[in-house]
């Protein structure tokens, strides 16, 4: 069976309290992630927005959106290595329609 590749989107939410440089790591991290499994299309950082709800305690968050394409084998471990991650607050995967 061929390798099917879909166009994705993620939204992920970090804890600010790690500092620009922990946050630059981290959405390098999870960029080259994406990258060495697929393709990245556009990365936008949202930057610090106010959250609707608190999440351990925290009213804010910084906000990260990227756009990617990759199999749909590969989900799965994005969404493992976002849920083993201790500075992200909130993370969601989801594949766009064409």
Known sequence: ????????ETI???NPNIGDEGIKSNVEKFE????????????????????AYPIQFLDEGYYVLINFSAAPQFIAELER???ITDTVLRSIV???EK
């Open 81 to 83: 290595v976002f849920n």
């Open 12 to 14: 992920i939410i970090l």
């Open 32 to 51: 080259d992630l994406i990258a060495a499994n697929g393709t990245v299309i556009e990365k936008n950082e949202w930057g610090m927005k106010r959250l």
């Open 1 to 8: 069976m061929a390798n099917v590749i879909s166009d994705y």
């Open 94 to 96: 989801v594949k766009k």
